[in-house]
């Protein structure tokens, strides 16, 4: 009697639906791995065939987590200047949600220089001068609106599709639904740089009710990838391998108990890390790179930065990871003296200019970025009043912002998209997150509104019940 009290103790209902006389536990690990998807439960990441042939194999994707002022950067408004300084019109502020902005507020023009570069005559500011040299490889979506206008839910609703956790991420959906053609590094990556994390932290990264196996790992940029990934002292490669067929042994002991599938993951986590103590130390050791290639990105060898992410993002990509989300934070240029549009944003665009839009001609070099999807972009754009702050600052702003995509089946060379004549909101082109999700799930194979999840009774996807593809970007 108290063995089996005990053993009830550690049961979930899952498990006791695993044991009880009718079966339901095989119904239930099925329904874990989801039919729609066929997903080998013993090796989770293993590479998989697509709905349809996709344009994009795997995604680079870069996020400026704050909001990068479109205002500043891509969006040049003359008018803006001209009536900079002066009241915005009652009737388009007129709905409006703002998270600081207080209604006494005046328009702010930009102060930064503006021109027109290549075959397709983009605006760029003099903030971006590297982005210059791939204005014609790059398809720019001026056009881009959001639901969310706080931090942590609206990057949640970039990454996810809802604003609050416990949804499952683009990386995650990417991941499940195309596997990893990696066996030595994970097929979901995290690389993150600035002064801190960003705001709902791992929550943007997260498997969300799919299988853990999808989540992304985040990889330190310098020194051990993964902390405790190496093998104690004195620790034989003789002696580790029985410590891990030991622990692999009792985690299949349990799994036969349980039919926890959860403990599959754990197994195969096991044996990533395992592989990883080889393959890490070689993915971070630039020394590999030519002088040539480091002076192109803008990073040294030994230095973490987003310059060094974007070149190890380029690497994990030739090694096999389907996926690699770089973050890279304090976009948020508020007014305040450390978060402004005078040093602080040049600070910025410092930091990821150059290696940005080396990543995209060194992909493009090396053959890569024709089945590469690289998207650039934050969780929301800048308004076009001020923010009263000790200085120059915009607040959020949900209605009209940019982003950019190259490779991956996108026409490149392309502007997508307008604003008006102010920057308020869009007038052509608009692509919602949903649309882009849509559009972005489409380039990997899927059809958006078939790709879906189910959980707790209900069949969920990426777009919810929204988004349209938006084809007029496609190549």
Partial sequence: MHSAAAALQHSTRRHFFGQCAVGLGTVALNQLLNADVPVDAEHPMAARVAEFAPKAKRVIYLFMAGGPS?????????KLREFSGQKPPPALMAGKRFAFLKGNETLLGTTRKFARYGQCGMELSELLPHHRKIVDDVCWLRGMTTDVFNHGPAKLFMNTGFQAPGRPSFGAWATYGLGSVSEDLPGFVVLQSGPRGPRAGSTLWSSGFLPTAFQGVPLRGQGDAIL??????GFTPQREEKFYDTVAG????????????EILTRLNAYETAFRMQTSAPELMDLSQESAATLDLYGCKADEPSYARNCLLARRLIE????????????????????????????????????????????????GLLEDTLVIWGGEFGRTPMGEIR???????????FTMWLAGGGVKPGVIHGATDELGFGVVDGKVHVHDLHATLLHLLGFDHEKFTYRFQGRDFRLTDVHGRVVREVLG
């Fill in 70 to 78: 479109q205002l500043d950067l891509f969006d040049d408004k003359p």
């Fill in 228 to 233: 405790h990934l190496r093998s104690p002292e």
């Fill in 250 to 261: 009792l985690n299949k002991a349990r799994l036969d108990v349980t039919g926890d599938s």
């Fill in 319 to 366: 090694r096999g990871s389907r996926f690699v989300q770089l973050y890279h934070t304090d976009w948020d240029h508020h007014g305040d003296s450390k978060n402004n549009l005078n040093e602080s944003i040049e600070a910025r665009c410092r930091e990821v200019d150059q290696a940005s839009a080396a990543l995209v001609m060194d992909l493009k070099q090396r």
């Fill in 390 to 400: 000790a200085n120059i600052g915009r607040d959020h702003h949900v209605d009209a």
